[in-house]
């Protein structure tokens, strides 16, 4: 008789403790053990209880655990969170088993031994038979569904609480996302707000509406929204700096001269075109998109196109607007030398579009559904001992459920965004088609996109700053743990899981679009280095910087509104005070947008930063030394932003490594 010893490690989180009887079976490369109970009344969340095994004979090499829990006399049926199994042999090796999700069923569970494996490692039959069973079973627990046409897939769920347990939000995380929630909307039905479908009266009126919610960045922005330089500034380091690109020769359809527009220093246009000072952001993207109706109202929805100039002192000044995209009397080109009103009315067209570009495209296309594409491809196709799954499926936490949440409470039929934006309804499934459609894999990787849009020497442009050494970092430790695995190109081409994993990829996120430039396959270690370090980046450092600022620059509203309710003057000399009132949002869309980016700038007490692996899915020594050193070099990064944030009037916060998440979680 030779004895095991199993050493049982519970989740430190609420509701991990269970009541039920817990039993093992080890499986080894010369045998398996009986179906051991683990004798405790209670495994209490927190714990590590060591516990025997005994078998006639050595099993070998351990291969994997079969873990199962059956409810207890009168005890009533609970859910057991185990984050791993430690298994000492009688031959003094030590064997862990990565666990990391809830068991709720009376389902007999398997679990690999933590070494990392690819499909062509697999030499005991045993092994082979439980990666197929694993993938086999994650294939019906993580199914495609068809959101629409020219939009990407998403999980096949019936609410975000059919979704299975390991991908489900904890305990916390419920319970905070719920209580921010009904808190903020209760809060505005006490004072009177969301049935309130007035104008309103002065903009001074707006400030009762989170008059205890404000932050140092909203109430800067309530103080300067209307200046030039913040309109500016926006465009480089606010919730979408995505989109403004150098302009070396003005668009046909926005035909500014040279003496229309003002040039400091002596300059003209065309000077400054050829200097490479000048930049365009255009929203081409909404043309012709259908604003909804909302309070039984027809909204108004723009596609800009704005015309900036960098000066000599390095400031970012906007130069000019055109409000659609169709050069015309009616369509005038609004400048800073037009009145007062008249400019001002033309940026907040220009704000308004921006709302919707940054939501639909920038941060729901971009980060959200991108990212949910790469979680279930990984959970489809990669089974939990391939190492690329390891790699990223700390990148894939809470995703699906915070996506499913905006289906249902955003995006779906009664969600806000439906209901109370101008690109709700009918426009917001075309806006996310003609996006996908124009999406390159190039644009995704930040090195790739500052690139093409020619920003490399753009003064103060943090995003790009602080994202480009973040890349770099990622890509520093996803190379080497990638070339840890993969010692060459033919094994990579060799990998079917990683094959069919980026097939998947391309077929249902990207709808199998050539001009995409998404990888169908990969032939080289360097391919899969690449892409490997896109899909980390997008899913925390992108992810972070177009959502983490939405209530800095979107709490107070006149700087984003989510709608207006005016056709935009087609005219000079037409506007005022009062059509500015008339045209911002009434008071009952006011208020539900700003409690909702309140409610999605909020960080939960369970938020894990980008470099920290609080659940440890690599046991060898190097890739744990790898993810130490990389969590290392984010901290490095960190002291020099915040040095560098010292000097700065409004900091750069957003892609600080300690307030990056590590996936879409929010």
């Given at each position: 008789m030779?004895?095991?010893?199993?050493?049982?490690?519970?989740?430190?989180?609420?509701?991990?403790?269970?009541?039920?009887?817990?039993?093992?079976?080890l499986v080894?490369?010369d045998?398996?053990?009986?179906?051991?109970?683990?004798?405790?009344?209670?495994?209490f969340?927190?714990?590590?209880?060591?516990?025997?095994?005994?078998?006639?004979?050595?099993?070998?090499?351990?291969?994997?655990?079969?873990l199962?829990?059956?409810q207890?006399?009168?005890l009533?049926?609970?859910a057991?969170f185990?984050?791993?199994?430690e298994?000492?042999?009688p031959?003094?090796?030590v064997?862990?088993?990565?666990?990391?999700?809830?068991?709720?069923?009376?389902?007999?569970?398997?679990?690999?031994?933590?070494?990392?494996?690819?499909?062509?490692?697999?030499?005991?039959?045993?092994?082979q038979?439980?990666?197929?069973?694993?993938?086999?079973q994650?294939?019906?627990?993580?199914?495609?569904e068809?959101?629409?046409?020219?939009?990407?897939?998403?999980?096949?769920?019936?609410?975000a609480?059919?979704l299975?347990?390991?991908?489900?939000?904890?305990?916390?995380?419920?319970?905070?996302?719920?209580?921010?929630?009904?808190?903020?909307?209760a809060?505005?039905?006490?004072?009177?707000?969301?049935?309130n479908?007035e104008?309103?009266?002065?903009?001074?009126?707006?400030?009762?509406?989170?008059?205890?919610?404000?932050?140092?960045?909203?109430?800067?922005?309530?103080?300067?929204?209307?200046?030039?330089?913040?309109?500016?500034?926006?465009?480089?380091?606010?919730?979408?700096?995505t989109?403004?690109?150098?302009?070396?020769?003005l668009p046909?359809?926005?035909?500014?001269?040279?003496?229309?527009?003002f040039?400091?220093?002596?300059?003209?246009?065309?000077?400054?075109?050829?200097?490479g000072?000048?930049?365009?952001c255009?929203y081409?993207?909404?043309d012709g998109?259908?604003?909804?109706?909302i309070?039984?109202?027809?909204?108004?929805?723009?596609?800009?196109?704005?015309?900036?100039?960098?000066?000599?002192?390095?400031?970012?000044m906007?130069?000019a607007?055109?409000?659609k995209?169709?050069?015309?009397?009616d369509?005038?080109?609004?400048l800073?030398?037009?009145?007062?009103?008249?400019?001002?009315t033309?940026k907040?067209f220009?704000?308004?579009?921006?709302?919707?570009?940054?939501?639909?495209?920038?941060?729901?296309?971009r980060?959200?559904?991108?990212?949910?594409?790469?979680?279930?491809?990984l959970?489809?196709?990669l089974?939990?001992?391939?190492?690329?799954?390891?790699?990223?499926?700390?990148?894939?936490?809470?995703?699906l459920?915070?996506?499913?949440?905006?289906?249902?409470?955003?995006?779906?039929?009664?969600?806000?965004?439906?209901?109370?934006?101008?690109?709700?309804?009918?426009?917001?499934?075309?806006?996310?088609?003609?996006s996908l459609?124009?999406?390159?894999?190039?644009?995704?990787?930040?090195?790739?996109?500052?690139?093409?849009?020619?920003?490399?020497?753009?003064?103060?442009?943090?995003?790009?700053?602080?994202?480009?050494?973040?890349?770099?970092?990622?890509?520093?430790?996803?190379?080497?743990?990638?070339?840890?695995?993969y010692?060459s190109?033919?094994?990579?081409?060799?990998?079917?899981?990683?094959?069919?994993?980026?097939?998947?990829?391309?077929?249902?996120?990207?709808?199998?679009?050539?001009?995409?430039?998404?990888?169908?396959?990969?032939?080289?270690?360097?391919?899969?280095?690449?892409?490997?370090?896109?899909?980390?980046?997008?899913c925390?450092?992108?992810?972070?910087?177009?959502?983490?600022?939405?209530?800095?620059?979107g709490?107070?509203?006149?700087n984003t509104p989510?709608?207006?309710?005016?056709?935009?003057?087609?005219?000079?000399?037409?506007?005022?005070?009062?059509t500015?009132?008339?045209?911002?949002?009434?008071?009952?869309?006011?208020?539900?947008g700003?409690?909702?980016?309140w409610?999605?700038?909020?960080?939960s007490?369970?938020?894990?930063?980008?470099?920290?692996?609080?659940?440890?899915?690599?046991?060898?020594?190097?890739?744990?030394?790898?993810?130490?050193?990389?969590?290392?070099d984010l901290d490095?990064l960190?002291?020099?932003?915040?040095?560098?944030n010292?000097?700065l009037?409004?900091?750069?916060?957003?892609?600080d490594?300690?307030?990056?998440?590590?996936?879409?979680?929010?």
């Amino acid at each position: 008789m030779v004895v095991y010893e199993a050493t049982v490690y519970t989740g430190d989180r609420i509701q991990a403790t269970t009541l039920n009887s817990v039993h093992i079976k080890l499986v080894g490369t010369d045998g398996e053990s009986d179906r051991t109970w683990l004798k405790s009344l209670v495994i209490f969340r927190g714990s590590v209880s060591t516990y025997t095994v005994s078998c006639p004979n050595s099993l070998g090499r351990l291969l994997l655990i079969e873990l199962d829990k059956r409810q207890f006399g009168f005890l009533p049926d609970d859910a057991w969170f185990p984050d791993k199994v430690e298994i000492k042999s009688p031959e003094e090796d030590v064997y862990t088993f990565p666990i990391h999700c809830w068991i709720s069923d009376q389902e007999t569970h398997r679990y690999r031994e933590g070494k990392a494996l690819r499909i062509f490692d697999e030499s005991h039959s045993l092994g082979q038979y439980a990666r197929q069973q694993e993938l086999s079973q994650r294939s019906l627990e993580y199914d495609w569904e068809f959101y629409g046409p020219g939009i990407p897939y998403t999980i096949k769920a019936d609410g975000a609480m059919t979704l299975p347990d390991e991908v489900q939000f904890s305990f916390t995380k419920t319970t905070e996302f719920a209580f921010t929630a009904a808190t903020g909307l209760a809060e505005l039905r006490l004072k009177g707000l969301v049935d309130n479908q007035e104008n309103w009266k002065t903009l001074d009126d707006i400030n009762g509406v989170f008059r205890n919610k404000d932050t140092p960045l909203s109430d800067y922005v309530q103080e300067h929204w209307a200046e030039d330089w913040l309109f500016a500034y926006q465009f480089l380091n606010g919730v979408n700096p995505t989109l403004i690109r150098r302009c070396k020769t003005l668009p046909e359809n926005f035909p500014v001269t040279d003496d229309m527009v003002f040039i400091p220093d002596g300059s003209n246009l065309l000077n400054e075109l050829e200097r490479g000072n000048i930049y365009l952001c255009d929203y081409k993207n909404l043309d012709g998109m259908p604003a909804n109706i909302i309070n039984e109202k027809q909204q108004y929805l723009t596609a800009p196109l704005v015309l900036l100039h960098k000066r000599s002192d390095d400031k970012l000044m906007p130069i000019a607007i055109q409000l659609k995209q169709t050069p015309a009397e009616d369509n005038p080109i609004f400048l800073p030398t037009d009145s007062a009103y008249d400019w001002l009315t033309a940026k907040i067209f220009v704000r308004s579009a921006d709302f919707s570009e940054h939501q639909l495209n920038a941060h729901l296309l971009r980060t959200h559904l991108l990212a949910e594409v790469f979680a279930v491809s990984l959970l489809r196709n990669l089974p939990m001992v391939h190492p690329i799954y390891k790699l990223l499926i700390p990148h894939t936490r809470y995703t699906l459920q915070i996506n499913e949440l905006a289906r249902e409470r955003l995006i779906g039929p009664a969600g806000v965004f439906t209901l109370f934006a101008a690109s709700g309804r009918e426009a917001l499934p075309k806006i996310l088609a003609r996006s996908l459609s124009s999406i390159t894999y190039r644009s995704l990787c930040i090195p790739d996109d500052i690139a093409d849009r020619d920003l490399q020497d753009l003064p103060n442009f943090y995003y790009r700053d602080d994202g480009l050494q973040l890349w770099s970092i990622i890509f520093k430790y996803v190379q080497r743990v990638i070339k840890y695995y993969y010692k060459s190109d033919d094994e990579v081409q060799r990998d079917s899981e990683l094959q069919t994993w980026i097939g998947d990829i391309f077929k249902h996120g990207f709808l199998s679009q050539l001009q995409t430039g998404i990888p169908q396959n990969f032939t080289t270690v360097s391919e899969l280095i690449k892409f490997a370090t896109m899909v980390m980046f997008t899913c925390s450092c992108q992810h972070a910087a177009v959502n983490s600022g939405q209530y800095d620059y979107g709490g107070w509203m006149p700087n984003t509104p989510a709608t207006l309710q005016r056709a935009p003057p087609t005219k000079k000399g037409t506007t005022s005070k009062s059509t500015i009132l008339e045209t911002l949002p009434p008071i009952n869309v006011t208020a539900q947008g700003m409690a909702t980016v309140w409610l999605l700038s909020r960080r939960s007490s369970d938020f894990v930063s980008l470099g920290d692996y609080p659940e440890y899915h690599y046991t060898e020594e190097t890739p744990r030394q790898l993810q130490t050193d990389f969590k290392s070099d984010l901290d490095k990064l960190s002291i020099m932003i915040n040095n560098r944030n010292k000097d700065l009037e409004i900091p750069y916060t957003y892609l600080d490594p300690k307030n990056v998440e590590n996936s879409v979680a929010i």
